[in-house]
Every structure is written in structure tokens, then in C-alpha cells.
């Protein structure tokens, strides 16, 4: 591991070997690992007996592909850290199964990757996904989350079953709402459409200058060209890591040895082997695996070192200026959402509070900014002001963007929020033909289940039995007019309904709406939950 590039995301404890988290060393199983469909119907769970790695993934992705086989598929997968994924399969030779998925983030973990990941692995920039949010497993595990307390205490099976039978309820839950599901789902596509809309005719307003959706397209590829070109250009020139190291140390012990000359008491100190034994022992480590000898030490005035500690001032900076942009748009999300509660709601209650923590996170950030030597770089400030700080749009953090920049007299703020506003339309145009297609699915599957209850009560000879299966007929057939009159507006070409029992009721109600149907509330818990990965 020479070097690695600044943009990958690859400090997440999820997906690692070595910095995941177990807590329950002495646990034969210590979490659960599952994949859910874009509906939140649960499909495929594994028990996990190490902490999150990305070998659960890679195995559950290959179980779903075997499962589709002899269809060839392109299957869209969600992950947490879709980025870190795809990296991997990469770089362990799995092109052939890379080949066959779509890799994205959940649209609320993508604000924990960096600015590259967030453009190249959001669903709402990528085809296909329409408006999934990709958080349905969150859901889930909210759901499952009471269990744990239960399940830590059972044998294995006992265990096995109680989660067994727990997934399946949820499932049954979910699947006998899937009409009510996908009228909402319209409902916030045709919402969604409509926003966007507006959204570009506003910045075509704004815009200095005639801004069509075809400049908007040409921003948004742009954009992406760059940030890959940029990924590919610090993969090339990115020092050794030995190096960045080295010099961090020469630095560490330069400050420590000025402390202790400078003592607050006056006096001289010429030696503190008990502090300084431990980090000359690192450098002479890496002297010595490097053949570099005592009177070969790097020095301020060479220029490997100069190079290396330009580098080394430029990741940390970065990083700290990144991590204070990230904060000054989560403080601006909060404000806006606090501004449309009253100030005496729990909600809003709430909002100042978590204003309050992000505000306290942001200065601290600055002060160690603040406390670092002189910047090497003209491109970076000696320090930073509050004030500006707070400003997500501030012209120190554009700088830093590798993202597009726009064009002309267009401000950058109008770029970010066109190429925005038009993937959200395009989303919302797939979204609305997805839900369309999945609607038609579910009256056919009804009526393939009418069709096998038909031929199984004409099978039956036995009254009773025959009187079971012919109520459960009529509840079916119920549900599939139910659905029929409802996707009929949304659906062009129907298909042909069966022919309904004399005495299943038809619906009286000329209108069915969105709100007639009942949504399914899902339990939420703060307690501790069991170790998941969310796909």
C-alpha cells in the first residue's frame, strides 16, 4: 500500500478488516446482514460473525445473481459504501461480477462521502434508480431493533426462528400494503416533477444569460469528466506514504524539542528521553528500511522534504476544510428546517439542539485549523473567520471543489442548483414510468393468484375445504378490483380482469385517493441495534 488516492472514502470502519468494530469478540454471531428490494420487502438475511466486512456483501450479491441465472440481469445495489465496494471488487479482480451491478449510496448515508462519491455514486445522478431513496433496510433494522435484547439470550435456532418469523410478518406487512405504496410513490413523482420544473425555470430566470436543458446536461457530464480525470491525476502524483509519515514525525519531534527548550519554568531542558525515546524510535525505523543515516536526515532546507510537508500541509488542511464544509451545509440544512416549526414545537426543540452540536463541532474544526504552522500553499488561508466559515458557498471551499465550476457569468451556486433540479426531474420522469410498470405487475400477479385458488377449490370435493378456499377467493378478488380501480388512471392499457363471484362487493366509491389507503407505521427505537449493513 504505496499511496492512496485523497478522494477514495476508504477511512470508513465498515468494510475494513482491521479498523471494523467488534464489540462481542466472545460471540459466535454478532449481527445480521440483509438486502431488502426497493419496495422494503425483506429478500436475503445472513448471519455475521465478525464485524462489517465486505466480504458479507460480495457473497449476498453473488447469492441474488445465482438466483436470477439463466436471466442475465444488471442488478442496482444500495450500499452504505457503494464506493468502497466498487473499489474492492476492482482491485481483487472481480471485474466479471462488477460487470453486472449498478453501484449507488443511500441517498442519507451520501453525505458522509466525500464531494466525488456524492456525484458519481447519488441516486439521483444515476439512471435507473428514479427516486429510491435506498434507506429501506434503516427501516427495517428500526423494526427488528427491539428483538436484540431477546435473541442475545436464545440458542441458535430458537434465535434463527424468532428473526425468521419477524422478517416475515414485516414482509406481510409490506406486500399487503404494495398498493398504497405505490400510489405514494406516484404521488411524490408527479410532486417531484412539478418542484423541478419550477426549479429550472427559476435558474433559467436568475442566469445572466439563456441557459437551456441541454447546457444543463453538458454541465452535469462536465463535471463528472472531471472529477474521474482529477481521481486518476492524484492516483499518479500522490507521494509514498513512507514519506508523509517521515516527515510528520521530523516535525512532531522538531515541536517537542522546542517545548522543552522553552519550558514555562525558564529552565533549560537538555533531554526528555522518556518523551522523546518513543518517536525518535519511529524515525529510526523508517531511516533505517529506507537507508537513510543520521547524518542523511531529512532536513527543512531539502527539497524531498519540502515536497513531502507540502503535501503533508495540503491533505490536512484539506481534510479540516472539508470536514468544516460539511458541517456549514448540515448548519444550513438545520436552519432551514428549523424554520418551518414554531419555536416552541418538540421538533424544533430538537433542531436547536442539534444546531447547537454542529455549531460547537464547526469551531472546533476552525481552531484546529487555526493551531496549525503557516500554510505552505498560497491557495490555502493562514486563518479562518466564523463568519465565513459558516457560509457552505464560501470562495475558499469552491476552490477546493474538483467539481465543475460552471461557465461564463454564471454563478456557481445557479450551476449546482440546475444540473440538481434537472436530475430530480429525470429521477421523478423514471420514478413515475417504474411505478407504472410495477402497477401492471401487481394486477397480474393478483390475477395469477385468482387463477391457482380457481383450479385448486375445483380440485376440492370436501364442502369445508371448499368453503375456505372460496372465502379467501373473495377476499382476493377484493383486493385485485380494489387495485384495479385505483391503478386505472395511471395504467394505459389494462389487463383483462377475471370474472368476479356474484357476491364479492364492488366498490361504491367513485373516488379512491391516496388518502383512503392506510399507511403502515413502522416501530422506531433508539435502542442499540444489532451490527447491519444496509444494500
Same mark, same amino acid.
Given at each position: 500500500d504505496d499511496s492512496k488516492p485523497n478522494e477514495d472514502c476508504n477511512s470508513f470502519q465498515a468494510g475494513s478488516k482491521i479498523r471494523s468494530k467488534n464489540k462481542q469478540k466472545k460471540l459466535d454471531v454478532t449481527g445480521v446482514f440483509g438486502a431488502a428490494c426497493r419496495h422494503e420487502i425483506p429478500v436475503k438475511f445472513l448471519n455475521m460473525s465478525h464485524g462489517e466486512r465486505l466480504g458479507y456483501p460480495v457473497f449476498l450479491i453473488q447469492q441474488l445473481l445465482q438466483q436470477t441465472r439463466p436471466v442475465n440481469i444488471r442488478l442496482r445495489v444500495l450500499y452504505d459504501i457503494g464506493c468502497v465496494l466498487q473499489a474492492h471488487l476492482r482491485r481483487t479482480g472481480q471485474e466479471s461480477l462488477l460487470a453486472q451491478l449498478d453501484l449507488a449510496i443511500p441517498i442519507f448515508h451520501l453525505y458522509g462521502h466525500k464531494t466525488p462519491c456524492q456525484i458519481l455514486f447519488s441516486t439521483r445522478r444515476k439512471e435507473g434508480f428514479g427516486l429510491t431513496d435506498g434507506e429501506g433496510m434503516e427501516r427495517l433494522w428500526s423494526f427488528l431493533r427491539p428483538f436484540f435484547r431477546v435473541t442475545k439470550e436464545m440458542t441458535p435456532s430458537h434465535r434463527i426462528d424468532l428473526l425468521t418469523d419477524a422478517i416475515l410478518h414485516? /414482509?406481510? =406487512?409490506? +406486500?399487503?400494503?404494495?398498493?398504497?405504496?405505490?400510489?405514494? =410513490?406516484?404521488?411524490?413523482?408527479?410532486? @417531484?416533477?412539478?418542484? /423541478?420544473?419550477?426549479?429550472? /425555470?427559476? %435558474?433559467?430566470? &436568475?442566469?445572466?444569460?439563456?441557459?437551456?436543458? #441541454?447546457?444543463? @446536461?453538458?454541465? #452535469?457530464?462536465?463535471? $463528472?469528466?472531471?472529477?474521474?480525470?482529477?481521481? &486518476?491525476?492524484?492516483? $499518479? %502524483? @500522490? +507521494?509514498?506514504?513512507?514519506?508523509?509519515?517521515?516527515? @510528520? *514525525?521530523?516535525?512532531? *519531534?522538531? +515541536? *517537542? &524539542?522546542?517545548?522543552?527548550?522553552?519550558? &514555562?519554568?525558564?529552565r533549560t531542558v537538555v533531554s526528555q528521553p522518556s518523551a522523546l525515546k518513543p518517536l525518535t524510535n519511529k524515525i529510526l525505523t523508517i531511516e533505517r528500511k529506507h537507508d537513510i543515516t543520521p547524518s542523511t536526515r531529512w532536513r527543512p532546507c531539502d527539497s524531498e522534504y519540502k515536497t513531502a510537508l507540502k503535501e503533508v500541509d495540503k491533505e490536512e488542511r484539506t481534510k479540516l476544510l472539508s470536514e468544516a464544509r460539511t458541517e456549514a451545509c448540515e448548519r444550513a440544512f438545520l436552519i432551514a428546517c428549523k424554520a418551518k416549526y414554531p419555536d416552541g414545537q418538540a421538533i424544533a426543540k430538537k433542531l436547536s439542539r442539534q444546531l447547537m452540536s454542529i455549531n460547537g463541532k464547526l469551531e472546533k474544526t476552525i481552531s484546529r485549523y487555526n493551531d496549525m504552522r503557516p500554510p505552505e500553499d498560497s491557495m490555502f488561508p493562514p486563518s479562518i473567520e466564523l463568519v465565513d466559515a459558516r457560509d457552505p458557498y464560501w470562495t475558499v471551499y469552491l476552490n477546493l471543489d474538483v467539481s465543475f465550476k460552471g461557465e461564463g457569468d454564471i454563478p456557481y451556486s445557479l450551476v449546482r442548483r440546475a444540473i440538481d433540479a434537472l436530475n430530480m426531474k429525470r429521477r421523478a420522469t423514471e420514478e413515475s414510468q417504474m411505478v407504472k410498470a410495477e402497477m401492471r405487475k401487481v394486477l397480474l400477479h393478483l390475477i395469477k393468484q385468482d387463477e391457482v385458488l380457481r383450479l385448486t377449490t375445483e380440485n376440492y370435493r370436501e364442502l369445508g375445504e371448499r368453503a375456505v378456499l372460496t372465502k379467501r377467493r373473495i377476499q382476493l378478488q377484493q383486493r385485485l378490483q380494489l387495485a384495479a380501480r385505483v391503478f386505472r388512471p395511471h395504467i394505459s392499457e389494462m389487463p383483462e380482469l377475471p370474472p368476479f363471484f356474484p357476491c364479492s362487493p364492488v366498490i361504491a366509491r367513485d373516488e379512491y385517493t391516496l388518502e383512503d389507503m392506510d399507511p403502515i407505521e413502522i416501530n422506531d427505537s433508539d435502542e442499540e441495534d444489532l451490527e447491519e449493513e444496509v444494500m
Open positions: 414485516y /414482509a406481510r =406487512r409490506k +406486500s399487503s400494503d404494495i398498493e398504497g405504496c405505490l400510489l405514494q =410513490r406516484m404521488d411524490k413523482a408527479d410532486k @417531484t416533477f412539478v418542484l /423541478a420544473e419550477e426549479d429550472i /425555470a427559476e %435558474v433559467r430566470k &436568475q442566469a445572466p444569460v439563456a441557459v437551456t436543458e #441541454d447546457d444543463i @446536461t453538458r454541465w #452535469d457530464e462536465k463535471e $463528472k469528466e472531471i472529477i474521474l480525470r482529477n481521481k &486518476q491525476k492524484s492516483q $499518479k %502524483v @500522490t +507521494s509514498y506514504k513512507w514519506k508523509k509519515e517521515y516527515v @510528520t *514525525l521530523l516535525i512532531q *519531534l522538531e +515541536s *517537542l &524539542q522546542e517545548d522543552f527548550l522553552h519550558a &514555562q519554568d525558564g
